[in-house]
């Protein structure tokens, strides 16, 4: 029904636009007890098969709604009905900023894909850290961090530390976003010694923080661009082991637009989503769990649109995946016919 009825008419609206209504009014009809039941009640799968334990997690399923679709730690409450096993929020940065010029986001119709160019649009860590404090305890999220536009690289670790401050007693692991292709210099910081430094700083602060609330470090993870080379990815390999963070999210938008459909918004400027992604970030995951002998687990994220393309990444060695672009699409049903494929003896 979504793709046929509801689908068509939110796409005759601009996709930041009606991305917010769809939000607030999801809140709004949530403000009722029924309304809860009832979305758990069509989407959720509770199965003892589908908990994941990841870097000392506990997942109640292994699909995860990834960062950019609640930047502001609004609706995770909401979003978690819809039967996602974690949500990660941001990217979050320091101070509050308006992120780049409208129009900023592009629907790719022909190729179910969307290019953005937000720049980091939130209201600040701050901010989300306040909003985190209501948050359900039975959900697990995941904060992704990152940098104002306006801080330069040789000060990017400072932004990094403030936002880990800010929301480590709220959130359960975190995404340290060094990838993002809409903030100008920020994939530099994937290069080997500025990306060494900066997680070897939250290491350092995580376990500080840790020490002093008698709790244990949260996990840390690297999203990383589905761009990288394989010598670069040989370098994340190295970084990962060497930092011993926890963990790898794979992968960020593209900024390639190889093999797309004539589409009219192909040429927009910024990352690309959707299914054009598919086959990029499963290879990058594929290369990162085969080189680094399984040394540490990997998220993957980038072009789930059905329940085959999912089960593709947990077969290339992701542990979790993420959706974006694909609950967009596909409509929130995707989550439950994921679940329902990768149960196992289904």
């Known amino acids: 029904m979504y793709k046929y009825f509801i689908r068509p008419v ?27 039941l009832l979305m758990r009640k069509i989407y ?20 995860g709604l990834a960062a950019g679709f609640d930047k502001d730690a609004k609706f995770f409450n909401e979003f ?6 974690f949500i990660e929020i941001g990217t979050v940065t320091p101070l509050a900023q308006d992120g780049n010029k409208k129009p900023r986001l592009f629907r790719l119709k022909k190729n179910d894909g969307l290019i953005n160019r937000m720049g980091f649009n939130n209201l600040g860590a701050e901010a989300a850290a306040k909003s985190l404090k209501k948050r359900n305890k039975k959900i697990i999220i995941g904060g992704n961090i990152g940098k104002n536009k306006t801080t330069p690289n040789e000060k990017a670790g400072d932004d990094y530390e403030f936002c880990f401050r800010a929301l480590f007693g709220v959130v359960d692991y975190f995404a340290i976003n060094v990838s993002s292709p809409n903030t100008p210099g920020l994939r530099d910081l994937q290069e080997k010694e500025p990306l060494t430094n900066l997680l070897i700083r939250l290491k350092k602060v995580n376990g500080e923080l840790s020490a002093e609330s008698s709790g244990t470090p949260k996990p840390i993870l690297l999203k990383i661009a589905p761009d990288l080379s394989n010598p670069q990815l040989d ?44 086959k990029k970030s499963t290879e990058v995951i594929k290369y990162l769990i085969e080189k680094s002998n399984q040394s540490f687990p990997v998220i993957g994220v980038g072009g789930i649109h059905s329940p085959e393309d999912a089960r593709e990444k947990m077969e290339a060695g992701a542990s979790l995946v993420q959706i974006y672009t694909g609950f967009i699409y596909e409509g929130p049903s995707l989550v439950k016919r994921i679940l329902k494929r990768i149960t196992p003896n289904n």
Do not use: W, Y
Not at 80 to 85: D, I, K, P, R, S
């Open 235 to 278: 370098d994340i390999i190295q970084i990962v082991k060497e930092t011993k963070i926890d963990g790898v999210i794979a992968t960020n938008t593209t900024l390639s637009r190889e093999d797309l459909v004539l589409d009219n918004n192909m040429g927009q400027q910024g990352g690309l989503s959707g299914k054009p992604l598919l």
């Open 80 to 85: 978690a009905n819809f039967g996602f096993g």
């Open 44 to 63: 959720c799968v509770e199965d003892e098969k589908l908990k994941r334990k990841v870097f000392g997690l506990e997942f109640p399923n292994p699909v």
């Open 10 to 36: 939110f796409f005759l609206f601009p996709p930041e636009f009606i991305h917010g209504f769809v939000n607030m009014t999801i809140r709004f009809f949530h403000r009722f007890p029924f309304f809860n």
